[in-house]
């Protein structure tokens, strides 16, 4: 006698399986251009300062 209805998988889901529109992994990590921008800005705000520094310094001559 078979049971009327569906037939059960073959294996069963796979954990945390349910749904979704699979494809791609999540995006986990941090947004390394803008890490990168940021660290390019600093280093040239620093080569500015480090510049408007040096034309500020006063030279003694004898």
């Known amino acids: ?9 073959a294996s069963p889901a796979a ?3 349910g749904g979704g529109d699979g494809g791609g992994l999540p995006v986990t990590g941090s947004n390394n251009v803008a890490v990168a921008g940021a660290g390019v800005a600093l280093l040239m ?6 510049l408007a520094a040096r034309r500020r310094r006063t030279r003694f001559v004898a």
């Open 45 to 50: 705000l620093g080569g500015v300062g480090y």
């Open 15 to 17: 954990p945390g399986a």
């Open 1 to 9: 006698m078979t049971p009327t209805g569906t037939a059960p998988s």
